[in-house]
């Protein structure tokens, strides 16, 4: 796998601290070599990323919201990991929820902001199993959530 500091930098990213938790639930779990990350929603650098694709979000701008996703994904990773990428084998699989008016039906090209954003970063160490699911509402409002599961040394 590659250097995912290094990577990041050359990207022009940087992981925001890993969020805590918005209720009674723990933010990762791990369990033998697998890490469970909890949804991470999608929060920009000045607030959280609200709406609902197919109303008032294109896709494009609900792919920057699921690359937010991504970006909180991997900021739990290095915090499970206590830093030390080396353990980080792969995604295995992202769970994403995109908030959806009626009829809209392109949730995987809002989701593939984070799928893509995996692979740059990860190589293909970052390709997965996915599902994406249109849902009429998430939690304050927010535009698109994505939990993750990883395969961890």
């Known amino acids: 796998m590659t250097d995912i500091d290094a990577r990041l930098a050359e990207l022009g990213l940087t992981l925001p601290d890993a969020p805590a938790p918005a209720a009674n ?11 469970y990350v909890s949804g991470q929603v999608s929060n920009g650098p ?3 990323i609200c709406g609902r694709l197919g109303a008032d979000m294109d896709v494009a701008a609900g792919a920057e919201a699921a690359k937010t996703c991504a970006l909180s994904l991997l900021a739990q990773v290095r915090a499970a990991l206590g830093g030390d ?3 980080l084998k792969r995604v295995v699989k992202l769970t994403a929820f ?9 949730q995987p090209k809002v989701v593939n ?9 990860l190589g293909d160490s970052g390709r997965h199993a996915r599902s994406a699911v249109g849902v009429a509402a998430l939690p304050r409002g927010v535009a698109v959530e994505i939990e993750g599961i990883f395969e961890i040394a």
């Not at 995109?98 to 392109?106: I, P, W």
């Open 25 to 35: 639930y723990v933010p990762f779990v791990i369990s033998g070599q697998m890490l």
């Open 46 to 48: 000045d607030n959280m």
């Open 85 to 87: 990428w080396g353990r």
């Open 98 to 106: 995109v908030a959806s008016a009626e009829g809209f039906g392109d």
């Open 113 to 121: 902001g984070a799928s893509d954003l995996l692979v740059e970063v």
